[in-house]
């Protein structure tokens, strides 16, 4: 059947992390992140990468920009360094901090580039961590909400597309469950605690929103994996049905209804697992729900039932080395198990564009909200020529492929707002350093001159410049 074009308004668009790209870790009055911290811990990070000069966006910004202008970008998104405006959390805010987004706001703006602002992408306040334990507290909610609301004031004029919290369940998963982003807990009960005060603090920053920028669009980021069942089989059956609620609508079904899917909720109640539910937390959560959906979309996960323990999945690790590690899985409900069906990137992420669409299609139709891709991309090693050029027609395909299922998603009825390729830049990947490079533009972070950082063009910059042009036609 004929597929629907994209719409005229479609943002068309590339992401990144303040942490990921900016470097200038402590300059102009910033203070220091969970990350900046974490990453000086031997064994965390690929090789002990870490943030503290990344690409150096913050002092390039201006040539990054000319280069998403040169590539017809529609839209922008970015996070806000929380420390680099309020360097103890909170207080009173560093204009110097507010002044570098400022600029950046107003490049981006002077070439018709939309900003899509994040509010938080993991860079927590290292001091509000010390102070109370970060996510885990109630504190950080007037904490978080002050934050976001000097953003409001300050760019709600400029800004009209924002994003609460980026991947509240992957961060969160790894920071509390499986101990590989800090504060590297790996303990179920606190993951669900420091779930809830997330989820707090969310509804509570969205409802601020509606008051100081009413005219403008604010949702979270999930990392959204659909999942599949691995056979006919109604236990499988079964398996993935409990995954899709645990690793999905737990989130989604919060964040879109303002209240915690009671299925989910009774067995952690068993389990003794679920959070304290105060009097009065319900109704801030229903005062909070978001305009959109942002998904962030790498791949769909395939699960059986916890009878076939002892499962392995092939995964690189933080020494860069391919290895097996166990599956994972909650006991008694689902455990992940590699899918023979679908090809998999050299991190053995599954490269699923039906999944794509399948996953567009589930979201559309439980949560009817408009859905925004916040992030799509491949991650993979990338190789400099000598004449200065990146053929990565690997990832031309991926984003292809994807691309593909969106309009395919349109046409199943999906109202689809924009489709952010991650990443502009190459960026640093959290665990597994600068290595993995998702960009369309390469940087070059050669051992012997790390300051050179110089911005090489991939084909796929090329590529993408010319499905933008084409309305996405011409893929
Ligand atoms: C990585 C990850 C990230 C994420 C992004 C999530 O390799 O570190 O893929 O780059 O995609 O930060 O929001």
Redesign the pocket.
């Known amino acids: 059947r004929e597929r629907k074009p994209f719409p005229a308004d479609f943002l068309w668009g590339a992401?990144s992390?303040a942490y990921?790209v900016e470097g200038a870790w402590d300059a102009d009055g910033k203070g220091p992140s969970v990350w900046d911290i974490f990453t000086r811990e031997p064994g965390r990070t690929f090789q002990g990468s870490n943030g503290e000069v990344a690409v150096d966006h913050y002092h390039r910004f201006e040539e990054d920009v000319a280069l998403m202008a040169e590539m017809g970008l529609k839209a922008y998104r970015f996070s806000v360094s929380w420390p680099r405006i309020f360097p103890t959390g909170r207080g009173a805010p560093n204009e110097a901090g507010l002044a570098f987004y400022e600029r950046l706001i107003d490049a981006l703006r002077a070439h018709g580039i939309e900003p899509v602002l994040t509010l938080y992408?993991?860079d927590l306040p290292q001091a509000l961590q010390d102070e109370y334990g970060g996510w885990e507290s109630r504190r950080i909610i007037a904490d978080f909400e002050h934050y976001c609301v000097t953003l409001f004031q300050r760019f709600g004029g400029k800004v009209k597309w924002w994003v609460s919290l980026?991947?509240q369940n992957?961060?969160l998963t790894n920071a509390y469950q499986l101990g590989t982003h800090p504060p590297a807990v790996q303990d179920r009960k606190r993951f669900f605690a420091a779930n809830h005060v997330a989820f707090l603090a969310n509804a509570t920053v969205i409802a601020a929103f509606r008051r100081h920028v009413p005219d403008g669009h604010i949702g979270p980021?999930f990392?959204y994996s659909p999942a599949y069942p691995a056979s006919c089989d109604p236990a499988e059956l079964l398996a993935f049905e409990n995954a899709e609620e645990f690793t999905n609508h737990w989130w989604l079904g919060t964040y879109c209804f303002g209240r915690y899917p009671r299925g989910t909720l009774a067995w952690l109640r068993e389990t003794g697992e679920a959070p304290e539910i105060m009097p009065g937390d319900e109704a801030i959560l229903r005062a909070g729900t978001p305009d959109f959906v942002g998904i962030?979309y790498?791949q769909t996960l395939t699960y059986t039932t916890n009878a076939l323990d002892g499962v392995t999945m092939q995964r690189i690790n933080t020494t860069g080395e391919k290895g097996t590690t166990p599956s994972s899985g909650v006991p008694g409900l689902y455990r992940t198990l590699p899918n023979p069906r679908v090809e998999t990137t050299n991190?053995d992420w599954a490269i699923d564009p039906v999944g794509l669409r399948i996953g567009l299609r589930r979201l559309s139709s439980r949560y009817a909200l408009p859905i925004l891709i916040?992030?799509n991309?491949l991650?993979e090693f990338d190789t400099l020529t000598e004449d200065e050029r990146v053929h990565d027609d690997y990832r031309i395909d991926y984003l292809r492929r994807h691309i593909e299922a969106c309009r395919d998603g349109i046409s199943d009825g999906v109202q689809l707002l924009g489709y952010c390729a991650?990443?502009f830049t190459d960026?640093?990947?959290?665990?597994?350093g600068y290595q993995?490079r998702?960009g369309f533009v390469y940087v070059d972070r050669d051992e012997h001159d790390p300051r050179d950082l110089r911005r090489v063009r991939k084909d796929s910059f090329y590529w993408y410049r010319r499905v933008i042009a084409s309305g996405g036609v011409d893929l």
């Open positions: 992401a992390a990921q992408h993991w980026n991947e992957y961060n980021s990392a962030n790498y991190w916040t992030e991309g991650g991650w990443s960026i640093l990947s959290w665990l597994n993995k998702y």
